[in-house]
């Protein structure tokens, strides 16, 4: 019942730009880390990045980290993944998450609570 909805997907050429939004449907955002996945066509979903309840810690994977950036309004009840210098190998369905029990930082999956349906990105030329 409580889930997150995703905007800011499409498609962009290699070396873009793009800020994902993740906003609450049924709940307030600011009781929860939260946490961005993506999943590519034929791989597992892997953890992206992950911003803690009070914003004071986030943590990013290798593959992302230096290009992407969390962050989170809880003013607004809105969360952010800003993507820059993007790669082909970044397309993927982006999902966002929350978690109150912890593991988000570590990026885990499974330690998420709830999710949203996803935000499909695609990088190429």
Known sequence: QLHFVESGGGLVQPGGSLTLSCTPSGFTLDYY?????????GKNREGVSCISRTGSDASYSASVKGRFTISRDNAKNTAYL????????????????????????????????????????????
Not at 86 to 95: A, H, I, N, R, W
Request: hydrophobic residues 40%; proline residues 6%.
């Open 82 to 125: 800003q993507m820059n210098s993007l790669k082909p190998e970044d397309t993927g369905v982006y999902y966002c998450a929350a978690e109150t029990g912890g593991g988000c930082l570590a990026l885990l999956a499974s330690a998420m609570d709830y999710w949203g349906e996803g935000t499909p990105l695609t990088v190429s030329s």
């Open 33 to 41: 880390a939260i946490g961005w996945f993506r999943q590519a066509p």
